[in-house]
């Protein structure tokens, strides 16, 4: 039935647009290329109207603004009266500034009916910090950063340390101008509707500028010849005392197609086409909101198994058997919440508990992170890492379900409250096998898979504890393959406070080592039993690392054990412990060159273990 409307709409309006086909039209300017030319637009002094100039060059349309700057335009749409044009991108990879920074960025004469729309989200890299005092967004959080991140030549020409800026265009102040210059922000990049944009925002649209042009009047005339194209228009002087090809009587000037409409077979048309588009909008609504949802999980799904060469691909959980896991993401399931949103406890219709982690509304990065994270545990599998049971992509945020470890992090059973939580305190051996198998786990991701997975966010927050106290790394989101050509990943600064490479803040570089240095400080958390920072010691004393060299210079090392393992501990323990910490001074060189690798970090506790085993059993 509704079919049958339609094709009897189609054939009606065809009919009375052939109609108006049939009458002279003002002259359309040839294809360019195979690029149609609608009209106002025009490429030459015979065709079009000539205040909407565009330049055709081999087979592809210019717009061509002041300053003689030139963009190519990568879409047209004469009903919307919007062209996209492409943003000229970088000069070149090393300084940070744009290809038109010499015509200081798109300028458009704002004589001509051409402006910018409010539909363009701009990002500004290399900004001053006179940027920081407009009413844009320049804050480390903002998206700009992103961006930067994803796009090799941006990551490349304008690094991660620089200012960065995201607005909206659309004021008066952009209307006809994206400018660049030394005092605002030298290179600059945008994108249209990017807040409809729904995909993972690793691939980032194509960029463009979208602009619109003004409704084109009735062509210009000076005599009545001159309208001879115009069927039922008379060369007349409008209002505003212009000679124009105005319509005749009964006639309406119909801008889109340059023609002088019949009021009656407009007003028809304009009925059945309304009625036409009405129905074709909605069917098409329901068809793009599915086709919308499908390449989302597809491009989601693309995501989770690129480079999964292991073919360990996740199990895919259905919303719903995750909403049912979570009574609804209930409060009172919630288990933390982390840089990237919440964990809840799950259940399983078999009764199997999981950890559910969902990404914060609304916030890309985390998304970002969840996606990189899930890629990445997929490919891993090691005793001392949490594992990931799969994910889901159902919901409007990407949720990742790893199995759930019972006992909480070390953090919380070195530095919580024992007793109320019915911990013991951990001995001595417990603390090396935590150690050792946190190593273990470690030297897995830096040698074992390939590309080698460096953490990046080790700290004892994030090394969880079974039933039987056995160690599970967790937390992956800030972890990225390294690049595999080379040794090094250059990045943003990342990690926490109290366990970040102090090498990094000199070269920029995260390496393995990196991850030695923050295992380190765990290292000795466990012996101290201290936080990594802690304003409440004395003022030199609030980075654990520089404490315990402090003491260690004093000569009295000893001194910043935690009294509960010195409490009954044998001479053989004792030295132990001094073994332990002078391995994690080793992984606190400052030199990462001299630092050892996790590996050998792991022997050397095990050869530990062995000592402290030895003394157990010749004390029995
Ligand atoms: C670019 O055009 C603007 C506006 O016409 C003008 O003020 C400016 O001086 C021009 N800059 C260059 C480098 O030509
Ligand atoms: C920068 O460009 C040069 C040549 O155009 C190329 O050899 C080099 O690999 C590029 N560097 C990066 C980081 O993209
Ligand atoms: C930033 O832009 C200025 C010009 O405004 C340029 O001299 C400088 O090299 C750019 N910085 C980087 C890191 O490319
Ligand atoms: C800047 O953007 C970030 C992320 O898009 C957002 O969280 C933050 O609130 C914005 N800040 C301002 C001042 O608009
Ligand atoms: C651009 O021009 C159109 C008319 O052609 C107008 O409706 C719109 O408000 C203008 N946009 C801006 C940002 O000035
Ligand atoms: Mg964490």
Redesign the pocket.
């Known amino acids: 039935m509704e079919n049958r409307l339609v094709s009897l709409l189609i054939l009606t309006v065809s009919m009375l647009c052939c109609t108006g086909r049939n009458l002279a039209t003002v002259n359309r300017c040839q294809d360019c290329g195979h690029t149609p030319v609608p009209y106002p637009l025009s490429t030459s002094p015979d065709c079009g109207n000539q205040h909407y100039k565009v330049r055709c060059h081999a087979g592809s349309l210019w717009f061509d603004a002041l300053n003689s700057s030139s963009y190519l335009i990568t879409s047209i749409n004469p009903l919307t009266?919007r062209l996209i044009i492409r943003p000229p991108g970088l000069a070149n990879n090393v300084t940070c500034m744009s290809a038109d920074f010499k015509s200081q960025g798109l300028i458009l004469d704002d004589n001509l009916?051409f402006?910018?729309?409010?539909s363009n989200t701009v990002i500004g890299m290399n900004c001053s910090y006179e940027m920081l005092t407009l009413s844009k967004n320049c804050s480390s959080n903002s998206l700009c950063h992103d961006y930067i991140k994803h796009n090799a030549m941006a990551a490349s020409a304008c690094g991660c340390f620089q200012i960065c800026c995201l607005f909206k265009?659309?004021?008066?102040t952009n209307?006809y101008k994206i400018g660049v210059m030394k005092e605002r922000c030298s290179a600059y990049e945008s994108f249209v509707n990017l807040d409809s944009f729904s995909g993972p925002l690793n691939s980032w649209p194509e960029s463009g500028v979208e602009m619109?042009?003004?409704?084109p009047r009735e062509p210009e005339c000076k005599v009545s010849v001159d309208c001879r194209g115009l069927s039922n228009s008379e060369c007349l002087v409008d209002r505003s005392g212009q000679r124009r090809c105005l319509c005749k009587t009964g006639f309406q000037w119909d801008p889109i197609n340059a023609i002088c409409q019949s009021l009656i077979i407009a007003a028809v048309a304009m009925l059945l086409g309304a009625s036409l588009a009405f129905i074709v909008y909605k069917r098409r609504e329901k068809k793009i909101a599915r086709a919308a949802h499908f390449s989302l999980t597809k491009s989601r799904e693309d995501i989770l198994n690129a480079n999964n060469n292991t073919g360990k691909s996740a199990k895919l959980f259905t919303g719903k058997e995750i909403t049912r896991a979570t009574k609804n993401f209930s409060k009172d399931y919630v288990l933390g919440a982390g840089g990237f949103g919440e964990v809840f406890k799950g259940v399983l219709d078999d009764g199997t508990i999981t950890a559910v982690k969902r990404a914060q509304p609304g916030n890309t990065k985390g998304m970002d992170q969840i996606l990189n994270e899930v890629r990445i545990l997929c490919q891993v599998s090691h005793r001392s890492l949490v594992r990931l049971m799969g994910c889901c992509l159902e919901l409007e945020q990407p949720l990742l379900i790893y199995e759930y470890i019972p006992n909480g992090t070390l953090f919380e059973h070195l530095h919580g409250n024992y007793n109320t939580a019915n911990r013991v305190s951990l001995t001595w051996r417990m603390r090396l096998t935590i150690a050792h198998q946190t190593a273990e786990g470690l030297a897995y991701l830096h040698d074992s898979v390939t590309p080698r997975i460096y953490h990046r966010d080790i700290k004892s927050s994030n090394i969880l504890l079974d039933k039987m106290l056995n160690s599970k790394v967790a937390d992956f989101g800030l972890s990225r393959l390294a690049v595999a050509e080379s040794s090094h990943i250059t990045t943003c600064a990342q990690g926490s406070f109290g366990y970040l490479d102090p090498d990094y803040y000199l070269n920029f570089q995260l390496t393995d080592k990196s991850d030695v240095y923050s295992y380190g400080v765990v290292l000795l958390e466990l012996l101290t039993s201290k936080k990594a920072i802690d304003f409440n010691r004395e003022e030199e004393d609030v980075n654990l690392v520089v404490y315990v060299k402090n003491t260690l210079k004093e000569e009295r090392l000893m001194d910043a054990v935690d009294p509960r393992l010195k409490e009954g501990a044998g001479i053989v323990e004792l030295e132990t412990m001094k073994e332990f910490a002078s391995l994690a001074l080793a992984c606190l060189d400052e030199r990462r060159q001299n630092r050892p690798s996790m590996k050998e970090v792991a022997d050397e506790i095990q050869y530990i273990i062995g000592i402290v085993t030895n003394e157990d059993s010749a004390t029995y």
């Open positions: 009266r009916p402006n910018i729309t409010s265009t659309g004021g008066s209307a619109m042009w003004e409704s």
